[in-house]
C-alpha cells in the first residue's frame, strides 16, 4: 500500500477511535479479544502510517469503531 495513503488511513482510525472516546490500549485489547494478535504500539505506528495494515485488521476496527468502511480509507 501506498505510504501516502496508509498515513491517510491510520489518521481516519485516530479520529474516529477518538471520536469514540476510545484509548489506543482499548482499541488494542478489543482487537486482541477478536483474535487480532495486535499491541498497543502496532496500532500506534498504524495511525501515524509507520506500519502497514492488513484487510483483517481494517475489517475488525470497522466493526469495533461501527463505523462504514468508505470512513476508514476515503
Known sequence: M???Y???VGNNI???RESKKMTQE???AK???L???ITRSALAKIEV???HIYIDEIKLIKEILDV???SLIV
Request: proline share 4%; aromatic share 4%; net charge neutral.
Open 26 to 28: 482499548q482499541l488494542s
Open 2 to 4: 501506498n505510504a501516502d
Open 49 to 51: 502510517g509507520q506500519r
Open 31 to 33: 482487537l486482541q479479544l
Open 35 to 37: 483474535g487480532c494478535d
Open 14 to 16: 485516530r479520529k474516529l
Open 68 to 70: 462504514p468502511f468508505e
Open 6 to 8: 496508509e498515513k491517510v
